[in-house]
């Protein structure tokens, strides 16, 4: 039974919460945990924990799932669309300088660049959203 609720504890059991308030709580709790370290007398059922939660939650968001499919839309028709252009033009200007003249031609090979910093973009994005879609 709790006496004070500076010292409050609360204990959980399968069954019951008990609220407690030991004279030493800091000593209690060093106590219980080095007993918690000790291990079960009883032998823990198996159990199997898979990763497709991390996947199982970003598809049941809907924004996030929208995103998601049309970020890689998008990424295959860049790849698609630099396939094409790069097929039907030997070389390729890639920009302008800076006083508004066109840049230099350069190989067609060049242009895969734009795909493949995509890809790598859209693979970070995808990690960093997984784990801001985990953090509480």
Same mark, same amino acid.
């Given at each position: ?18 609220? $407690? ?41 809907? /924004? ?6 049309? &970020? ?10 630099? &396939?094409?252009? $790069? ?27 734009? /795909?493949? $910093? ?17 953090? /509480?």
């Amino acid at each position: 039974m709790a006496s004070d609720l500076n010292t409050l504890l609360l204990v959980a059991t399968p069954q019951r919460i008990f609220a $407690i308030s030991p004279a030493e709580p800091k000593a209690f709790l060093r106590t219980f945990q080095n007993i918690n370290e000790l291990g079960s007398l009883a032998p823990l059922p198996a159990q199997s924990v898979y990763p497709n939660f991390v996947i199982g939650r970003l598809w049941d968001d809907r /924004p996030a799932r929208g995103l998601l499919v049309t &970020s890689l839309a998008l990424a295959i028709g860049l790849l698609a669309w630099v &396939s094409l252009v $790069i097929s039907s033009h030997p070389v390729l200007s890639l920009g302008f300088f800076a006083s508004g003249w066109v840049g230099g031609l350069r190989a067609r090979a060049r242009l895969l660049l734009l /795909p493949v $910093i995509n890809g790598i973009d859209l693979f970070i994005d995808l990690v960093l959203g997984f784990l801001f879609l985990q953090a /509480p």
